[in-house]
């Protein structure tokens, strides 16, 4: 049985998958998982977005001042040879940018900082 986290829409969901061979059935159970996100910063600093996974940042999409919008594409994060879009939790402006193209990142690395 092999488990598997898989985003939809918004929404994570841990999903395991048991391998078979011949003519027996498969079982998939699909059950929501936590999405680990950052917690709002209260400070003057506003939001803070931080890097989910480790990996290398392929595309920066923003920069300081930039007029953000909910949803909106922040910073492209490359890991296992997946492209993760780390998209604004909420509206705002870009206050920092802590990453550059081809830099690599570890989970909770700073990104991206909202006001």
Do not use: C, F
């Amino acid at each position: 049985m092999k488990k598997y986290v898989i985003k939809l829409n918004g929404k994570a969901y841990e999903v395991e998958i048991e391998e078979v061979t011949g003519e027996a059935a498969t079982s998939v159970v699909e059950k929501e998982a936590p999405v680990r996100t950052s917690a709002p910063v209260q400070n003057a600093g506003g939001q803070k977005i931080d890097a989910p996974m480790p990996g290398n940042i392929v595309n920066v999409a923003v920069k300081p001042g930039d007029v953000i919008k909910k949803g909106q594409l922040l910073v492209v994060l490359e890991a296992m040879k997946m492209e993760n879009e780390i998209v604004s939790p909420v509206d705002g402006t870009v206050t920092a940018v802590s990453v550059a193209k081809g830099d690599s990142v570890n989970a909770g690395d700073a990104l991206v900082q909202i006001a």
